[in-house]
């Protein structure tokens, strides 16, 4: 009978050990995962000194409703303000339409975006609008902190549905990483 | 800081900064700061304006309609000949 005991008491620490290193494997691959994820997963990052004044504007030669530069868009470059590989960016925008009484709209996306029309007015891009009022008064302004997304090569462009609006762009707050 | 810099007749402007590339940008100057007499007339410059008179306005809206109509009528002239 002491024999028998002994023995179960054997299986029940074997059966204990197992379940344990079980356990253990999970935990560690768990950790492992956990790991993972914190390494890749991006997050947001305070700029600590951000420049002062205005880091990019432009109030003339806008074609309205077109995104790229070499048709009447704005191409501003982030590059040298936030890390290589730098997802998007918080910065606060402020756009006014001072000589009419158009609507006022504005749109934003990553450089040369493929997923979005060059013309985000005709193009219903309404998910990309970094502004929008219905308001037809003249002076009406629109600011804001916004997220834009980057290109790889840190660059964003933005396009108008007026080419009477004057965008001012202030230096990036955050940056996500 | 570089910037990449232009200028449009109608005294507006453009400018934002040269990035890590530094690719040359066709019809812009690179500055090494944005002129003055520009950071005067942005938001919070001494001279920027944030309401415009609106007979301004209406002279403006004028002229551009006068200009069409210019254009409209040359284009006319040339037809006829």
Known sequence: MEQYAKVLRRLEELESLEISDYIKTLLDDADAVAARMTLDAPSWHKIANPGTGWFASKTA??????????????????????????????????????SDADLHRAWARKASDPNISNTPLASSEDSHHLFYTNTDTANRAMSGQKVIWLS?????????????LDIYIAYPLEYLL | MKFYLKRYPDGGWEYSPVGLDGEPREGFEIVDKIPQDIRDKEPGGKDYQETVDPQDVKIAMLEEEMATMKADLEELKARKV
């Not at chain 1, 936030?82 to 918080?90: D, H, N």
């Open chain 1, 61 to 98: 030669g806008w074609t309205a409703d077109r995104f790229t530069i070499a048709t009447g868009g704005f191409l501003v470059n982030f590059s040298a303000q936030v890390p290589t590989g730098t997802k998007a960016i918080r910065v606060f925008t402020y756009i006014i339409n001072p």
């Open chain 1, 152 to 164: 790889d090569a840190g660059k964003a462009e933005f396009a108008v549905s007026s080419a009477n």
